[in-house]
């Protein structure tokens, strides 16, 4: 089965600072790879998502998720942290064949210090 | 574009009591996705309808069912609900013809069992 592994249950980091998120799937065959973003009190939003072509996925608010297959990875980096950004992340996987079921990470939720 | 509605927003039951959950997707959507989010468990699949068929279902126990209407429309029921139901509950709509379809979440349906 499908599974997806977010490594750090809270990410702190200080403005203007970079922010990396690490999201490890585990399949044989690479699943489309998604990460959604939720503001309190809100659903979630699609960050940007990876299904074929270019391993360097770029989405909204700065954010980009590079795919690599050797090591089943989809981080996710921006560049310069902003107080905006407090937010909780959840990456995603979506099997290629064999059914619409969407499996999410456990979530990151991140914190930017002024 | 309206985007996807979910109602009630908030919802306070009983145990032993049943509940109805309602999302309208995004105008032109015809899948329509469940998930249970909860701060132990995180965002659990619970299943997905397309054109008025289930085309997927997660884990979860009989007493969870839903059904989709010919205009896309779809409901959740929780029957005999227990403490451990309480949760957030969020809707997805896509276009729904390809697994790698961005999804789109409404704000959720907080259900609190006392």
């Known amino acids: 089965a499908q599974s997806v592994t977010q490594l750090g249950s809270h990410v702190s980091v200080s403005e203007g600072a970079l922010v990396l998120l690490r999201c490890n799937y585990s399949?044989?065959?690479?699943?489309?790879l998604f990460w959604y973003v939720q503001y309190p009190n809100q659903g979630l939003q699609l960050l940007l998502k990876y299904t074929t072509g270019a391993t360097l996925v770029k989405g909204i608010n700065g954010f980009e998720a590079e795919f690599k297959k050797s090591e089943t990875s989809f981080h996710l980096t921006k560049p310069s942290a902003h107080m905006s950004d407090a937010a909780e992340y959840f990456c995603?996987?979506?099997?290629?064949?064999?059914?619409?079921?969407?499996?999410f990470g456990a979530g990151t939720r991140l914190f930017v210090k002024a | 574009k309206a985007g996807v509605t979910q109602t009630p927003r908030y919802l306070i039951k009983t145990r032993g009591q049943q509940v109805t959950l309602s999302c309208s997707p995004i105008?032109?959507?015809?899948?329509v996705s469940w998930y249970q989010q909860t701060p132990g468990q995180g965002l659990q699949f619970l299943f997905e309808y397309f054109s008025e068929t289930q085309r997927n279902k997660g884990n979860f126990p009989g007493r969870f069912s839903g059904r989709q209407f010919s205009n896309s429309r779809s409901e959740m029921n929780v029957s005999t609900l227990e403490l451990g139901d309480s949760a957030l509950y969020l809707c997805?709509?896509?276009?729904?013809?390809?697994?790698?379809?961005?999804?789109?979440f409404g704000p959720g349906t907080r259900l609190t069992v006392l």
């Open positions: 105008s032109g959507h015809r899948s």
């Open positions: 399949s044989s065959v690479p699943p489309y």
């Open positions: 995603a996987v979506t099997p290629r064949t064999g059914g619409f079921k969407t499996i």
């Open positions: 997805a709509s896509s276009l729904g013809g390809a697994p790698n379809n961005e999804q789109f």
